[in-house]
């Protein structure tokens, strides 16, 4: 008799278990350095509440509401981002990540880092703290 195969083992994420990515969302990928790249496109192409989002809490963290932080970015009228390369260290079951942002919106510069942060894959963390996220930026218009 023949020894049945075992069953592949199950999923622990499905399809509908991964955030939407799109206008108004942030990226959910797992390279912060293409996170902040995502983030410095949403700038550019002015999306305001994607540019949000990035903050941890789904934007909360910003310390503004949706609203409001519409108002104060929306004075940037064309701007263009650089990222620069960031550091990474982990500390008490968290990664951070910060990097130099410049945004140049005509004359004017900001300049100043971003620092994210995200769960370091401790069992039971949600979708939500497993995300690089803005946890503290020296930048803002």
């Known amino acids: 008799m023949a020894t049945p195969t075992p069953a592949a083992p199950t ?3 499905t399809a509908s278990a991964v ?3 799109g206008p108004g969302m942030p990226s959910f990928a797992r390279d912060p350095q293409t996170v902040l ?3 410095a496109s949403a700038i550019e192409a002015r999306d305001w509440k ?6 941890g809490d789904r934007g909360n963290r910003s310390g503004l509401d949706e609203a409001a932080f519409a108002a104060r970015w929306s004075v940037l009228e064309a701007p263009e981002v650089t990222v620069g390369d960031g550091t990474q ?8 990540y910060t990097a130099p942002v410049t945004i ?4 004017r510069e900001l300049a100043g880092e971003v620092t994210l942060r995200r769960a370091n894959d401790v069992p039971g963390a949600t979708t939500e703290q497993l ?3 803005i946890e503290s930026a020296t930048l803002a218009p």
């Open 50 to 55: 994607a540019v949000r989002a990035y903050w």
């Open 37 to 39: 790249d995502a983030f």
């Open 11 to 13: 999923p622990t994420r």
């Open 19 to 21: 955030p939407p990515t």
């Open 89 to 96: 260290e982990g500390a008490a079951g968290s990664l951070y």
């Open 131 to 133: 995300r690089w996220h």
């Open 104 to 107: 140049r919106d005509g004359e």
